[in-house]
Each structure stands twice: as C-alpha cells, then as structure tokens.
C-alpha cells in the first residue's frame, strides 16, 4: 500500500515556476518507480516525467528541458520543478507510484498558468 499526496500547485504567470510535491506513505526507494502525469481539460492524462529508484529520470519531450524531477528520500517525496511554465501545461497534475506490481495515484493539484 503506497498513499500519495499531490500539493504545490497553483495559479502561476506565463514564465513562472511552480515545484510540485508527491508526499508518499513509505520510503520512496522501495518504490520502483515514481512517476508525474497531467490531464489538461478535454483531454487524456499524459506522462510528464519518471524517476526510477536507481536515480534515473526520463521526460516526456515537450517539457524541453523546463521541467526537473527530483527527490527527497528522507522526506518520501518526490519533486516536480517547472520552470518557464506556458499556458499549455496548464493541467490537473498527478504522481503515480508502482510498488509491487501495482499503481497508485495521488489525488491531483491544479495547475494553471494564465496572465
């Protein structure tokens, strides 16, 4: 069993940046992979960027390089850093972990970018 809890959203100018947080319920390195995805309005949940527990990162290609994962393995929680943030990434954003063959998901934070 992994709970995850999504914050750190919000309404930010065009340019910005936000640090999104996935507190999770145990150590995140028993945790395969720790995961960020985003559903904008009207559309399907995407992937944004993964952090595996060997440290490896991988991203999603429209975040060009704006976009950090990171973590904090004393805290349990894994960070999205969004820099230079465009109306487009507006979205609800999500954490995903699998532990032990199975999924979870964090309940969402909004965020919006907007002038």
């Known amino acids: 069993q992994v709970q995850l809890v999504d914050s750190g959203g919000g309404l930010v100018q065009p340019g910005g940046s936000l640090r999104l947080s996935c507190a999770a319920s145990?150590?995140?390195?028993?945790?395969?992979?720790m995961e960020w995805f985003r559903q904008a309005p009207g559309k399907q949940r995407e992937w944004v960027a993964s952090?595996?527990?060997?440290?490896?990162?991988r991203y999603k290609d429209f975040v060009s390089g704006r976009f950090t994962i990171s973590r904090d393995n004393a805290k349990n929680t894994v960070y999205l850093q969004m820099n230079s943030l465009k109306p487009e990434d507006t979205a609800v954003y999500y954490c995903?972990?699998?532990?032990?063959?199975?999924?979870?998901w964090g309940q969402g934070t909004q965020v919006t970018v907007s002038s």
């Open positions: 995903k972990a699998n532990y032990q063959g199975s999924v979870y």
């Open positions: 145990r150590s995140i390195f028993s945790i395969s992979v």
């Open positions: 952090m595996f527990n060997s440290g490896t990162t």
